[in-house]
């Protein structure tokens, strides 16, 4: 029986040949997005675990050895909104630790850049960038070190005693070599869950509805067979052998299209990041699943579209209406609804209510499970809509079997509610950070502050905001520099050297010394002088006749773009003399006209600010506001891609639903012509049947995620947030992707024409 399923399939005329072929293209396309997902997703697994020598923390005294110690100073700085880690090291001993990349130390005067910032130091102005490298460059780091290609880092030698009085500077015995703790990495890992969830389901489809293309043709043969005397065993073989062919050819068809587009696959940076190209690939496990569940799904959906032979011979012949979908079918759709209100009621700006997520999933399982219901209501209503023998013969047919009808639309119908979902909270997410005046006004303006703050890269976990507490270790001047800044000698230099530069705005912001905290957890107090703030009167004005006021400085140093505009003055803040002579200089903050101005200023601040105890970068509000967006940004993007694949995986179904059905009815469209029906007639039933099950579903699917969304802006976001609006985005990706799937239909009504042409007519 193996081998007559083979001839079956392989040796059964032309239109066999065909349906295996366009049955393993489609399955071709859903197994290679599903093998891009699996390789970005292991790109990012990498990425995430990779040793994250950032984290080196100082070796306690007791497990040092001399001969294997080095003094580390890690920073961040800021070129153009990208963040440069940076790592200032030199060798106490012989055998000191190398940092990953290298394979020696670098001396005192060299630097080793990773390729990525080795690009940018050839291509930037050096007073824009290079000259906050002391040395030369001696070398590039290898890509252990880093998490892609366009990472950039910088290991600068110093010498021992030269960094050793910088503060933030630790001894080292031993760097970090296992994964670090990152800020956002499960927000990432659980987007790419939900994205890989929100088509699987489609791409499941598509390779079920692939392998029963022209299923009525071959149900008759197999009907045959039985009556040769064939028993149910041989038919379940003969089917398994033609849907495992046929997943077969579509698994290698898929990893082949998956091969050519990896390349440009590799260079896209669906996450925040660009990986590097040789771990953006499947797992050897990813490929084997792909083998082995692709074939057992197309046979598992083979064996169940037989259960009419299996149960008599005649069994084909005998077809009877299926029942009408029942009203439970809405129930899980209603509950998930409820469970999702439920959920926010519970949800506040600090935690999101334990129903909100399974509400979530739930109302998605609710729209596949309620589309046949909702498309049999809609069959009903066509022909008293729309007049006419088209809506007549769509509806009755429809209506017959609603849940087939369906099933070839409901991954559109998903990719609509997950779009309008992310369409209605990205936009209010991004309104809530960037919406305000304030943020606008001071996009331009640079803040540097001098006082004790966490130190953050890229892949270092950094929690809370605002400066941190001091060291109790640190030496009594370093510690006073924690609490205030920087000293009146150092910082009265700095602003002298600041008005080198023609056309910048300067305003200093100096420490009250009797408000200060040790533990930092009152209220931060500064002084500022009025002249320079109503140069930046989005941060509040002073009092009425002030030359200076005290200020409530605290705010500025928080990462949240909200807070860090808030104002730092008012009309009631205490006027105070404007004498700053021996004040600690807590912050400086600066408005530039323009990008090159920008760097060259910041490049000075870090050049002459050695001896701060930041060790953060001056960063503008608006690199701060564009930092806060980066994580929003990239989970839509994660989402958008997820809503653009299923509606490509949703269109190649509706092309392999709709071909399929033409060639099934190829007898009952040709009778239909002969008693006269003219081919338009037939055309516009071809259509209301694949465009009724879409908009009776999506209609419902956008109205809940839009309420959805509503309700979340409304519980999460602060008072005052507008309603989300469905922005340009949103209507373009959506209308395109329906738009594209009418085409798809459209583009087969020329076979409509063809097989029930009046010349081919024959009489059986």
């Given at each position: 029986?193996?081998?007559?399923?083979?001839?079956?399939?392989?040796?059964?005329?032309?239109?066999?040949?065909?349906?295996?072929?366009?049955?393993?293209?489609?399955?071709?396309?859903?197994?290679?997005?599903?093998?891009?997902?699996?390789?970005?997703?292991?790109?990012?697994?990498?990425?995430?675990?990779?040793?994250?020598?950032?984290?080196?923390?100082?070796?306690?005294?007791?497990?040092?050895?001399?001969?294997?110690?080095?003094?580390?100073?890690?920073?961040?700085?800021?070129?153009?909104?990208?963040?440069?880690?940076?790592?200032?090291?030199?060798?106490?001993?012989?055998?000191?630790?190398?940092?990953?990349?290298?394979?020696?130390?670098?001396?005192?005067?060299?630097?080793?850049?990773?390729?990525?910032?080795?690009?940018?130091?050839?291509?930037?102005?050096?007073?824009?960038?290079?000259?906050?490298?002391?040395?030369?460059?001696?070398?590039?780091?290898?890509?252990?070190?880093?998490?892609?290609?366009?990472?950039?880092?910088?290991?600068?030698?110093?010498?021992?005693?030269?960094?050793?009085?910088?503060?933030?500077?630790?001894?080292?015995?031993?760097?970090?070599?296992?994964?670090?703790?990152?800020?956002?990495?499960?927000?990432?890992?659980?987007?790419?869950?939900?994205?890989?969830?929100?088509?699987?389901?489609?791409?499941?489809?598509?390779?079920?509805?692939?392998?029963?293309?022209?299923?009525?043709?071959?149900?008759?043969?197999?009907?045959?067979?039985?009556?040769?005397?064939?028993?149910?065993?041989?038919?379940?073989?003969?089917?398994?052998?033609?849907?495992?062919?046929?997943?077969?050819?579509?698994?290698?068809?898929?990893?082949?299209?998956?091969?050519?587009?990896?390349?440009?696959?590799?260079?896209?940076?669906?996450?925040?990041?660009?990986?590097?190209?040789?771990?953006?690939?499947?797992?050897?496990?990813?490929?084997?699943?792909?083998?082995?569940?692709?074939?057992?799904?197309?046979?598992?959906?083979?064996?169940?579209?037989?259960?009419?032979?299996?149960?008599?011979?005649?069994?084909?012949?005998?077809?009877?209406?299926?029942?009408?979908?029942?009203?439970?079918?809405?129930?899980?759709?209603?509950?998930?609804?409820?469970?999702?209100?439920?959920?926010?009621?519970?949800?506040?700006?600090?935690?999101?209510?334990?129903?909100?997520?399974?509400?979530?999933?739930?109302?998605?399982?609710?729209?596949?499970?309620?589309?046949?219901?909702?498309?049999?209501?809609?069959?009903?209503?066509?022909?008293?809509?729309?007049?006419?023998?088209?809506?007549?013969?769509?509806?009755?047919?429809?209506?017959?079997?609603?849940?087939?009808?369906?099933?070839?639309?409901?991954?559109?119908?998903?990719?609509?509610?997950?779009?309008?979902?992310?369409?209605?909270?990205?936009?209010?997410?991004?309104?809530?950070?960037?919406?305000?005046?304030?943020?606008?006004?001071?996009?331009?303006?640079?803040?540097?502050?001098?006082?004790?703050?966490?130190?953050?890269?890229?892949?270092?976990?950094?929690?809370?905001?605002?400066?941190?507490?001091?060291?109790?270790?640190?030496?009594?001047?370093?510690?006073?520099?924690?609490?205030?800044?920087?000293?009146?000698?150092?910082?009265?230099?700095?602003?002298?050297?600041?008005?080198?530069?023609?056309?910048?705005?300067?305003?200093?912001?100096?420490?009250?010394?009797?408000?200060?905290?040790?533990?930092?957890r009152g209220t931060y107090t500064a002084v500022v002088g009025c002249a320079g703030m109503r140069a930046l009167d989005a941060l509040g004005q002073c009092p009425?006749?002030?030359r200076a006021a005290k200020a409530t400085a605290a705010s500025l140093y928080g990462d949240n773009p909200m807070d860090t505009t808030e104002p730092i003055v008012?009309?009631?803040?205490?006027?105070?003399?404007d004498r700053f002579t021996g004040l600690y200089l807590q912050a400086v903050l600066i408005k530039v006209r323009g990008p090159a101005e920008l760097e060259v200023?910041?490049?000075?601040?870090?050049?002459?600010?050695?001896?701060?105890?930041?060790?953060?970068?001056?960063?503008?509000?608006?690199?701060?506001?564009?930092?806060?967006?980066?994580?929003?940004?990239?989970?839509?993007?994660?989402?958008?891609?997820?809503?653009?694949?299923?509606?490509?995986?949703?269109?190649?179904?509706?092309?392999?639903?709709?071909?399929?059905?033409?060639?099934?009815?190829?007898?009952?469209?040709?009778?239909?012509?002969?008693?006269?029906?003219?081919?338009?007639?037939?055309?516009?039933?071809?259509?209301?049947?694949?465009?009724?099950?879409?908009?009776?579903?999506?209609?419902?699917?956008?109205?809940?995620?839009?309420?959805?969304?509503?309700?979340?802006?409304?519980?999460?976001?602060?008072?005052?947030?507008?309603?989300?609006?469905?922005?340009?985005?949103?209507?373009?990706?959506?209308?395109?992707?329906?738009?594209?799937?009418?085409?798809?239909?459209?583009?087969?009504?020329?076979?409509?024409?063809?097989?029930?042409?009046?010349?081919?007519?024959?009489?059986?």
């Amino acid at each position: 029986m193996f081998k007559l399923g083979l001839q079956l399939t392989l040796r059964s005329g032309r239109e066999a040949i065909i349906r295996l072929m366009v049955t393993g293209a489609a399955v071709a396309a859903g197994v290679a997005i599903l093998l891009g997902v699996l390789a970005d997703f292991h790109a990012f697994e990498l990425t995430a675990n990779r040793p994250n020598w950032e984290g080196t923390v100082a070796t306690p005294a007791r497990q040092r050895v001399a001969a294997r110690t080095e003094l580390w100073n890690y920073s961040d700085e800021v070129y153009q909104g990208q963040t440069i880690e940076r790592l200032d090291v030199a060798a106490l001993g012989p055998d000191a630790p190398v940092p990953p990349g290298l394979t020696k130390l670098p001396g005192p005067g060299q630097y080793y850049a990773s390729p990525a910032l080795r690009t940018l130091l050839r291509a930037v102005p050096r007073d824009q960038l290079g000259a906050r490298f002391p040395g030369s460059l001696a070398g590039t780091i290898g890509d252990r070190a880093l998490t892609g290609p366009q990472e950039l880092v910088i290991y600068v030698g110093d010498a021992p005693r030269a960094l050793a009085s910088l503060p933030g500077t630790i001894k080292v015995s031993k760097i970090a070599a296992t994964s670090g703790r990152q800020v956002w990495t499960h927000y990432f890992r659980d987007a790419f869950i939900t994205a890989a969830l929100a088509f699987l389901f489609p791409i499941l489809i598509l390779i079920g509805t692939a392998t029963k293309l022209a299923s009525a043709r071959r149900e008759e043969r197999y009907a045959s067979l039985r009556l040769t005397g064939a028993t149910g065993h041989d038919i379940n073989l003969i089917a398994t052998v033609d849907a495992v062919l046929s997943g077969l050819l579509g698994a290698a068809g898929g990893i082949a299209i998956f091969a050519a587009v990896q390349p440009t696959l590799a260079r896209t940076a669906i996450t925040s990041a660009v990986y590097f190209p040789a771990d953006v690939t499947p797992t050897v496990w990813g490929y084997l699943g792909v083998f082995i569940a692709v074939p057992a799904a197309a046979a598992i959906t083979g064996l169940l579209a037989l259960r009419r032979v299996r149960i008599t011979p005649f069994g084909v012949s005998r077809k009877v209406t299926p029942p009408k979908p029942r009203l439970w079918r809405v129930l899980p759709l209603a509950a998930g609804v409820a469970l999702f209100i439920a959920g926010m009621a519970l949800t506040n700006a600090q935690r999101i209510g334990a129903a909100t997520f399974p509400g979530l999933i739930i109302v998605m399982i609710g729209l596949v499970v309620a589309g046949p219901w909702l498309t049999w209501r809609a069959a009903e209503l066509l022909p008293k809509l729309v007049r006419g023998a088209a809506p007549i013969f769509a509806a009755r047919r429809l209506a017959d079997n609603p849940k087939a009808a369906f099933r070839s639309v409901s991954g559109l119908v998903l990719a609509v509610f997950l779009g309008t979902l992310v369409g209605g909270l990205i936009p209010a997410a991004e309104a809530t950070t960037t919406s305000t005046s304030r943020a606008t006004a001071l996009s331009n303006v640079l803040l540097d502050s001098f006082l004790a703050g966490p130190v953050c890269g890229n892949n270092v976990n950094c929690t809370g905001s605002g400066p941190t507490g001091p060291a109790a270790s640190a030496p009594p001047s370093q510690l006073r520099m924690q609490l205030e800044g920087l000293p009146p000698g150092e910082g009265g230099k700095l602003l002298a050297g600041l008005t080198q530069f023609a056309g910048i705005t300067t305003v200093p912001v100096y420490s009250l010394r009797s408000d200060a905290s040790p533990d930092f957890r009152g209220t931060y107090t500064a002084v500022v002088g009025c002249a320079g703030m109503r140069a930046l009167d989005a941060l509040g004005q002073c009092p009425a006749g002030a030359r200076a006021a005290k200020a409530t400085a605290a705010s500025l140093y928080g990462d949240n773009p909200m807070d860090t505009t808030e104002p730092i003055v008012g009309r009631t803040s205490p006027a105070v003399p404007d004498r700053f002579t021996g004040l600690y200089l807590q912050a400086v903050l600066i408005k530039v006209r323009g990008p090159a101005e920008l760097e060259v200023v910041r490049t000075y601040l870090i050049t002459h600010t050695r001896q701060s105890v930041s060790g953060t970068a001056a960063r503008t509000f608006g690199e701060a506001v564009q930092a806060r967006l980066g994580v929003a940004n990239t989970v839509q993007r994660l989402i958008d891609v997820a809503v653009a694949l299923t509606l490509i995986v949703a269109g190649c179904s509706l092309a392999v639903t709709v071909g399929g059905g033409l060639v099934e009815r190829k007898r009952p469209f040709t009778m239909l012509r002969l008693t006269g029906t003219s081919t338009v007639t037939l055309y516009r039933v071809v259509l209301a049947e694949a465009v009724l099950p879409l908009v009776a579903a999506t209609v419902i699917a956008a109205g809940l995620a839009y309420g959805m969304s509503v309700l979340t802006v409304n519980r999460i976001a602060p008072p005052g947030t507008p309603v989300p609006v469905l922005d340009h985005v949103y209507y373009l990706t959506m209308g395109t992707g329906l738009a594209a799937a009418i085409l798809v239909v459209l583009a087969t009504l020329p076979l409509l024409g063809r097989i029930t042409s009046l010349d081919q007519a024959r009489f059986e």
